[in-house]
């Protein structure tokens, strides 16, 4: 790694620039990353935003990580926006800048090694790099105070907790008309609409979310559809998912859309009954948070950061059973006023992770690590 | 009920992972080849097409990622 140590002595730079090991269009890490970069120029200085992945959508505003700039009079620090390992975590060590980081959490190797050995391996860098990096990194922010304990663990000295930065327009925006009219129809046949928002990605655990609602279809509720979207991770997972789908004979019964527009996303949120989240790991779970803000009941499984972002404001279920899960769901749904009241509650708790409210918490951290030793 | 499906998606991701899985330049390459290769030939185009892609790499895992 060879690293040059925590920086040249604090004041403040005249850029603070980001680094990422890959970014793309609709993706909450690299969606936090445009932002920040907003909130920085506001805050007076440069930055830009250097990736050694630029992928769909993001051409032109990413720059290749090789033109990251390397000067050496203090004036430059440097923002890694870390949730993997690679030659990105290498390159930061090795910068001369002062050097500040944003966790996001990485995956746990044993979550997504059997299906992407390629991530598993990167998994285990990225760890590895987190320690090279703690005695380099003197202010570290957190996206939650799950994601905070594990910088302690691994000799991080100042964390701040910051919620993740998001567009403010893109869950205020109206639904696309087409897609919210497609899944309105749908709703003819009755039925309720479960709904997971996420990377189709073993980790975030669909399969179990498949298996909760074959066994609320087969008990409670025969017309019962599931939307899984978002992006596929590899093509193993989603194949495997699709494959389940349809041994359990619900082919029809569970959609697997792919990532949506904001729009598209929104009418999922407007045509959902319930949100069910059985993720194993999430270092904030930004989905959680839009469908509460959207007035959608949450019910998810108690995991990593999971339990701190839904609150007192949805149901948690400390194991993934099927049959536990799916009677949480029909309980939801069923009993008199306790859907109003967890849409009052998600509401509630939404207020708290506002765009403008996470904004003014980067400021304050960045504001601190200005202030940093 | 919850043994069952456990058992179900096992059997679903057991196959899933033995699939191969190609790269975006191999299904390019099966594209192109379709379009040249005469219907009664078709049978012997993906034994014909395994012995391409292993030389040129492109049947590979570098899609999942």
Known sequence: MNPTGPGVAPGRPARIDQVIPSIIEHDAVSNHTFVAQILLREMGFVSEIYASIIGPGCAGRVHPLDELPMVEDGSQWILYQCSIGGPTGDVVARHPGRKLLDYHNITPAPLVERWLPPLGEESRLGRRQLQQLAPLVPFAIARSAYNAAELDENGFGRTTVVPLLGDGDALERSPDPVALRRLISLKEAGGADWLFVGQIAPHKAQHDVVKAFACYRRVYDRDARLHLVGREMGSAYIDALRRFAVALGLKDAVSLPGSVSAGALVAYYEAATVFVCLSDHEGFCAPIVESMARGVPVVAYAAAAVPETVGDAGVLVPDKSPVLVASAVHRVLTEPTARDDLIAAGRARAARFTPDIAAAAFRQAIEAALRSP | ?65
């Open chain 2, 1 to 65: 009920m919850t043994a069952d499906l456990d058992r179900a998606f096992e059997r679903s991701a057991t196959v899933a992972l033995r699939a191969p899985r190609y790269s975006e330049r191999s299904l390019v390459l099966r594209r192109v080849a379709r379009l040249f290769v005469p219907r009664p030939a078709r049978p012997y185009l993906r034994r014909v097409l395994a012995i391409v892609e292993r030389p040129l790499g492109v049947l590979a895992a570098r899609r999942d990622r």
